[in-house]
C-alpha cells in the first residue's frame, strides 16, 4: 500500500444546512442520494444487465467525514460470482468549497464473506489516482468506471478511497438512519489497521460508496423505479393520484407481474398484469393515495418482476391526509403541546409551515424545545425572526438539534448558551429529514422568568375575537395595561399613549406599533396597523411602568363588525336614518334613544313617510374595507333583503367603516323590531335591531 501520512485528522459533521437554497453557506442538511438504481442524479450511469450494485447506504446522506489522508472502505458481497469490479460510485456533497478537481485514490481488496474486520495491510487489487469532476449543485453520485477491474471467485470485495492529504474539500460521505449495516470501516493510518466507521463514538455509518460488479450470467432484465413517492396532501375521502415510472436497465424484456401494497390506502390503479418493458424502455404504473385519517401516512409498495437479482422491488409511498396550513406563524404557550404533520421531502429536507413562536419573559433560565415524531427530523430555532422567512432571506437559525436519527430531539437555550436566552419571541422551525411523510408533538417551555400579563383583543364594534382585520379598531383587556386613562387628542392617531405601547408582530414576522384611540388600566382600544399581514398575529402591551402584557389574534382581510349605541355590540346600532331627497341631511336622525329608566339605549321608531319618500340606514362599523368586492357584501333588516350602496373607510375617522343600506323596503313599514344583518364575504356581523313603525 502506497505510504501516506499518519497523522489523519478526522472530523464528522452533522450537516444542518436544509437541502433549501436560503444562502451560499447552507445547501443540504439532509442530502438526498440516487434511489437504489442510481437514476436521479444525472452524472450516474446505470449498471449493465449481468451486472448488480453493490451498496449499504439507503439512499440518503446525514454525515460528512474529513480528515487529511482518511482511508474508508464498504464491505460488499456480490450475489453472483466470479464478480469483475467495473465501476466505484461515490457520492459527494457540494459544500461550500467544491471538491471537484482534487485526486483521491480507489482502493479495492478482497476479504473472507462475512469478516466483522478488513484484513490489515492487505494487498490491494485497485489502487487507481483518479480527479473528482464536477458535483451536481445538490451534491449527487459519480461514476468512476474502472478499466479491466479485479475480479473475485468468492468472499467479499472492499472498495472505498483513500482522500488527498491535505483533505481540502473531499469529504466521506455517510447514512446514518437507515439499516445499520456495519460494513464501513476506517483507516487512520493507510490501511494498516481499520476499525467500524462510527459517528460520535456509538452509532455505525454506512458509507456512500458503492460499486458495480459484472458477472457472466448473460442477457437479463433489470428493474429500475425511484425509491420513493409522495402524494403530497389529500383530504380524507378524496384522492391524490401519482404515476410511478419503472424502467428496464437490462438487455432482455422486463415483465412485471404484480405491485402490491401493505397498507390499502396506497393502492395501483387499472393494473393488469404482465407488464412488459422492453430492454432500455420505461412504462408508467398509476397509483392512488385514498387517505382514511388525518396524518401522516407511510406505507412499502412492493413491485414483482421477472428481475433475477432484484425479483421485489420496494418503494417507499407517502402521504398526508389533510391540508396543508396556509398560517405562517403559530404562537404557543409555555408547556402547550402542538401536533402537525409534514410531507415527504422531495429532495433535501420538507419544511414545516408555519414555524411556531414563544414568549420568553425577562428574568427566564431557560427555554427548552422538544420535538417528538415518526421520522428523521430536526429543529432549529431563532430569536426575534423566522428561521426561514417567506421571503426569500438568508436563513440565520441561531440553535439547531443534534440528533442525527429518528426524534425525539430537543435544543436548550440558555444565559450560558451562544447566543445566550434573551427576552422576547423566539421562532421555532420543524424540518422533516425523511424519508416519508411525518407526525410530530412539540413542547416549548420557559422556565423563571416574571410570566407576562395576558391581554384579550376582539373587535371594537363587535366584541368578537380572535379574528381581528388589518385597519380594524380593536379593545384589548387586560391588567396593567397603562398607568393611567387617556384619549387621544390628535390625528394621526399617537402610537405611545401615557407611556403605553401595543407592538404588533404579523403572520411574516414583521412588527409594527399600533396607533392608540385610549389607554387605561384595564383597557386599550387601537387600531390595527395598516399593512399587517393576515394570518397570526403577537401582541405585546407595554405600560408606562414597563410591565409588559402579550396577546395573540388572528389577522383576516374582513371581519365585519356595527358598532352599537350602547357600546356592547348589541341592540340598537349607532347609526343613523337619512330621508334621500334632503340635500342638506337635516332630515337625518338616530336610530336610537336613550331609556331613562333603562338607562340605556333603546330603538327609536322609524317612520318611512309617504309612498314617495326614500329613506337610507347608514351604519358604522370596523373590519369592512378589505372586502372583495361591494357584490360580496350583503344586508338584510327583519330577512328582507335590502340593496346596498357603499361600503368602505368612513373617511374622516381612523379605521371607521360606513355601509349606505337602502333605500328601505316599503314592505317594512308597521313591522316594529327589526334585525338588521350585514354579511361581508360570507362572515355575519354582530347582529343589531332597529324599529320601523
Do not use: W
Not at 492 to 498: G, Y
Not at 515 to 522: D, G, I, M
Request: proline share 8%.
Amino acid at each position: 500500500m502506497n505510504t501516506l501520512t499518519r497523522s489523519a485528522r478526522l472530523c464528522v459533521l452533522l450537516l444542518f444546512c436544509f437541502g433549501l437554497q436560503v444562502s451560499e453557506v447552507l445547501q443540504t442538511r439532509k442530502t438526498f442520494a440516487s434511489d437504489r438504481t442510481g437514476h436521479q442524479a444525472s452524472s450516474i450511469v446505470s449498471a449493465p444487465a449481468g451486472s448488480e450494485e453493490l451498496f449499504t447506504d439507503n439512499g440518503t446522506s446525514e454525515a460528512a467525514i474529513g480528515g487529511n489522508g482518511l482511508l474508508c472502505v464498504n464491505r460488499l458481497t456480490p450475489t453472483v460470482y466470479p464478480a469483475t469490479l467495473q465501476t466505484v460510485r461515490i457520492f459527494f456533497l457540494a459544500l461550500p468549497d467544491s471538491p471537484a478537481g482534487a485526486q483521491i485514490n480507489l482502493i479495492a481488496f478482497a476479504g473472507a464473506q462475512g469478516a466483522t474486520q478488513p484484513p490489515g495491510n492487505p494487498t490491494l487489487l485497485l489502487n487507481q489516482p483518479v480527479t473528482i469532476p464536477t458535483v451536481p449543485p445538490a451534491g449527487g453520485f459519480i461514476d468512476f468506471p474502472i478499466q479491466n477491474g479485479p475480479t473475485i471467485a468468492s468472499g467479499d470485495i472492499y472498495v472505498g478511497f483513500q482522500a488527498p492529504n491535505p483533505t481540502g474539500a473531499v469529504r466521506f460521505t455517510g447514512d446514518i438512519n437507515g439499516q445499520q449495516q456495519q460494513r464501513s470501516f476506517i483507516s487512520f493510518n493507510s490501511g494498516q489497521t481499520f476499525q467500524s466507521l462510527l459517528l460520535s463514538g456509538s452509532t455505525p455509518v454506512n458509507l456512500m460508496v458503492r460499486a458495480i460488479v459484472v458477472n457472466s450470467t448473460g442477457a437479463a432484465p433489470r428493474i429500475e423505479s425511484p425509491a420513493t413517492l409522495n402524494f403530497g396532501f389529500a383530504n380524507p375521502g378524496s384522492t391524490s393520484e401519482r404515476t410511478l415510472m419503472a424502467r428496464n436497465g437490462g438487455d432482455a424484456p422486463l415483465n412485471i407481474t404484480g405491485v402490491t401494497s401493505n397498507d390499502q390506502q396506497f393502492t395501483a390503479l387499472s393494473f393488469t398484469p404482465p407488464l412488459t418493458i422492453a430492454p432500455g424502455g420505461q412504462a408508467p404504473i398509476a397509483l392512488r393515495f385514498a387517505p382514511a385519517g388525518l396524518g401522516a401516512q407511510n406505507a412499502a409498495l412492493t413491485i414483482a418482476s421477472d428481475d433475477p437479482i432484484r425479483p421485489s422491488l420496494n418503494i417507499m409511498v407517502s402521504g398526508v391526509g389533510g391540508q396543508p396550513s396556509t398560517t405562517r406563524t403559530l404562537f404557543t404557550n409555555s408547556g402547550a403541546a402542538q401536533t402537525g404533520s409534514i410531507n415527504a421531502p422531495s429532495s433535501g429536507i420538507a419544511l414545516y409551515r408555519p414555524e411556531f413562536a414563544i414568549f420568553v419573559p425577562a428574568g427566564a433560565t431557560e427555554l427548552k424545545i422538544d420535538l417528538n415524531g415518526n421520522q428523521n427530523m430536526d429543529l432549529a430555532a431563532r430569536f426575534n425572526q423566522l428561521v426561514f422567512p417567506f421571503d426569500g432571506s438568508p436563513s440565520l437559525q441561531e440553535h439547531r438539534s443534534n440528533n442525527p436519527g429518528v426524534a425525539p430531539e430537543s435544543i436548550s437555550i440558555t444565559p450560558s448558551t451562544t447566543p445566550p436566552l434573551r427576552s422576547g419571541l423566539y421562532y421555532i422551525a420543524i424540518l422533516n429529514v425523511g424519508p416519508g411523510a411525518a407526525n410530530f408533538n412539540l413542547t416549548a417551555t420557559v422556565t423563571g422568568g416574571t410570566a407576562p400579563g395576558l391581554a384579550t383583543s376582539v373587535s371594537a364594534a363587535s366584541f368578537s375575537g380572535p379574528q381581528l382585520a388589518s385597519e380594524a379598531i380593536a379593545a384589548a383587556y387586560g391588567s396593567g395595561l397603562a398607568t393611567s386613562t387617556q384619549f387621544a387628542s390628535s390625528q394621526p392617531l399617537p402610537t405611545d399613549l401615557a407611556g403605553t405601547t401595543i407592538k404588533i408582530r404579523d403572520n411574516s414576522g414583521i412588527e409594527r406599533l399600533a396607533p392608540l384611540f385610549f389607554v387605561s388600566p384595564l383597557q386599550a382600544n387601537f387600531q390595527v396597523a395598516p399593512g399587517t399581514a393576515s394570518g397570526g398575529a403577537f401582541l405585546t402591551f407595554t405600560s408606562g411602568d414597563g410591565k409588559i402584557s402579550t396577546g395573540t389574534a388572528e389577522i383576516v382581510s374582513v371581519a365585519p363588525g356595527i358598532f352599537a349605541a350602547n357600546a356592547d355590540g348589541q341592540g340598537v346600532p349607532a347609526a343613523v336614518v337619512c330621508r334621500a331627497d334632503d340635500p342638506t341631511l337635516q332630515s337625518c336622525r338616530s336610530v336610537a334613544r336613550l331609556d331613562s329608566t333603562l338607562n340605556r339605549f333603546v330603538p327609536a321608531p322609524i317612520n318611512l313617510g309617504t309612498a314617495n319618500d326614500q329613506f337610507f340606514l347608514l351604519l358604522f362599523g370596523s373590519g369592512i374595507r378589505g372586502r372583495s368586492s361591494l357584490s360580496a357584501v350583503t344586508a338584510t333588516i327583519g330577512g328582507t333583503p335590502v340593496m346596498l350602496g357603499f361600503a368602505g373607510p368612513q373617511g374622516s375617522f381612523t379605521g371607521l367603516d360606513q355601509l349606505n343600506v337602502g333605500p328601505l323596503p316599503r314592505s317594512l313599514a308597521g313591522r316594529g323590531m327589526l334585525d338588521v344583518v350585514i354579511t361581508v364575504d360570507g362572515k355575519v356581523a354582530n347582529t343589531v335591531k332597529i324599529n320601523i313603525e
